[in-house]
């Protein structure tokens, strides 16, 4: 069993390099093909092949969040944070004296609640997109 492994581990390495110097072969060919294009002489297949080439060269950014979402999820973090320590300052509710325990049953509720509230409102905020759009 160990000896299939080891030659499955083998073969994903080797793999993984011809990957790799495949793609190091295909940005020099197209670095050089980049290097010699002419827009005004290239034919369909030129022009295509050159697209291709100046998206692997040069790729975008992974899509990700914009800069609103990345905002608003930090402010969603922030809250949920406070929203734990004002869960672990006012403890769980019952009696003067707490101890560590309550204080921390404490946070974990507003935790939970707030995430709760924050599902809810996404999930009828999504609801809302569906049915109205």
């Known amino acids: 069993m160990s000896t299939s ?6 073969a994903l390495a080797s793999s993984a390099a011809a990957n790799q110097a495949a793609l190091q072969a295909r940005k020099t060919s197209c670095l050089s093909f980049e290097a010699a294009y002419r827009p005004e002489l290239a034919d369909v297949g030129q022009k295509q092949q050159y697209a291709e080439c100046v998206g692997l060269l040069y790729p ?3 899509a990700g969040f914009s800069e609103n979402e990345i905002w608003f999820f930090k402010g969603l973090i922030i809250v949920l944070l406070l929203s734990m320590i004002i869960g672990f300052v006012r403890g769980d509710g019952y009696g003067a004296h707490q101890s560590i325990g309550d204080r921390l049953c404490g946070a974990f509720l507003a935790f939970c609640g707030v ?5 809810v409102l996404g999930l009828l905020t999504a609801a809302g997109i569906f049915l109205f759009s």
């Open 60 to 62: 975008k950014p992974a």
């Open 5 to 10: 492994i080891a030659i499955s581990s083998a």
């Open 115 to 119: 995430t709760a509230a924050i599902v």
